[in-house]
């Protein structure tokens, strides 16, 4: 599923490929889903150097793991899911410049 996910973030674009991954995911396990999310974000930033992309997918995933915790609260797992993609989106912080940076150019 990530390669098919793939091909559409690169043939079709973005919202095509978070919109493949919300409808076809839904059959898999939840930490499957999450990791599919996972490996297209990651295949964004890393190998297409595309932040917008990379916030998009993100961001979906996060939702994806908020929504699936609250559905599970009982599942251990859920929760080191939704762990897992918080973490996954500090792919996308940037740690701000002290002042002095700025002043020193």
Do not use: C
């Given at each position: 599923m990530k390669e098919k996910?793939?091909?559409?973030?690169e043939s079709l674009g973005v919202d095509e490929a978070v919109n493949f991954l919300q409808t076809t995911s839904a059959s898999l396990p939840p930490e499957e889903q999450l990791r599919d999310f996972d490996q297209v974000m990651r295949h964004a930033y890393w190998q297409n150097?595309?932040?917008?992309?990379?916030?998009?997918?993100?961001?979906?995933?996060?939702?994806?793991?908020?929504?699936?915790?609250?559905?599970?609260?009982?599942?251990?797992?859920?929760?080191?899911?939704?762990?897992?993609a918080q973490s996954r989106s500090s792919l996308v912080w940037q740690q701000p410049k002290k002042t002095s940076d700025w002043r020193s150019s």
């Amino acid at each position: 599923m990530k390669e098919k996910a793939i091909e559409f973030l690169e043939s079709l674009g973005v919202d095509e490929a978070v919109n493949f991954l919300q409808t076809t995911s839904a059959s898999l396990p939840p930490e499957e889903q999450l990791r599919d999310f996972d490996q297209v974000m990651r295949h964004a930033y890393w190998q297409n150097k595309d932040l917008p992309a990379t916030i998009r997918i993100g961001q979906a995933g996060v939702e994806l793991g908020q929504s699936l915790a609250d559905a599970h609260p009982d599942q251990a797992g859920m929760n080191r899911a939704l762990t897992s993609a918080q973490s996954r989106s500090s792919l996308v912080w940037q740690q701000p410049k002290k002042t002095s940076d700025w002043r020193s150019s």
